[in-house]
């Protein structure tokens, strides 16, 4: 064996959301986006390295062989190998586990690539371990991988996509958010709770793709620009009621898409939007600083600074959980960093 090394690589939420590819290009967004990494659901994944002839690979979730995982990973090789040609001829045995349970609805591919692509960025070996150059090159791996992954692997809010007002912002890889953060914006939560644990009715492969001809796509790429522009500007003032004004319609704009794209569409489920109506009214009568956010999916994203942790978790169990899926949520911390063990 050449080598093998582990890594381990939080998920991450987007805050304001990637939804659309640019053409001309391999998984280049339409527009920046911006999230918090989720520090407590994570990947932890080793790549063994032999030489080979030719390039091959075993992949093991959980210590299962899972043959169905490797023509997708062949194909993130296929496209970083022309970044980095001694990555070739090497016959590479992955081991990866995710600390969430499966089919929970989470989207593990961000936390998945993440890891995949800081192995292969250290077994690239260009750049320094933890140098600023080592995490854009993991971050251009990972988005070769699954675009939203690229944001994994930065602790601070991590931007993708270039953007005026974000200094070194790229379409190549995220950028760690460059101004100095509000306390008010430091230290939130996300509760996720697992309203549906089901396969999505469409992909977000596809999802991105159903795009290309939508009416009402250039609108929304415009706006999420804006509102890129509009999170930075609360990150930096702490201005809390806008910046869940932002989080809440971005995820709102996410679903409206498509709910409006050829052929239509719909993820979320009558508990998500039971759930939303919840958060609102717990948030006008307590004032607690509390907002919501979504995925590609039916799951509700509970998001809420650490200070309010009492308040929120027992308004989750005793008010949301008759919402989800074998009464299941997971907590996490936001803006954690990969770990090299
Ligand atoms: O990275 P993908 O292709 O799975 O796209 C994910 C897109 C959203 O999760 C819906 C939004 C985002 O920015 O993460």
Redesign the pocket.
Known sequence: MLKEITYQCPS???L????GKKSGGV?L?ANA?I?WTLSNLFAKTTVSQEMASSLEVDFYLDGQLKENFVPKIKQFLDRIIPLAPELNNRKYTIHSTNNFPHGAGI?S??AGFGALALCFAELEGKFVSSSEEFYARASEFARLG????C?SVYALPAV?GHHNDIPGSSDIHAVPFPFEIHENLKNWMDAVLIIDDGEKSVS??E??DLLKNHPYAEARFKQANTNLTRISECFVSGDVDTFMKIVESEALQ?HAMMMSSEPYYLLVKPNTLAAIEKVWAFRRQTNTPVCFT???GANVHVLFPKSSEIQVKNFIETELLPYCKNQLYLCSDTGGLPIKS
Request: charged share 10%.
């Open positions: 991450n939420i987007a304001v959301k990637y939804w998984q967004p986006s999230s989207a591919s961000a699954s675009g939203s992954a944001r993708w977000s492969t999802g991105h996410l979504l995925d590609a």
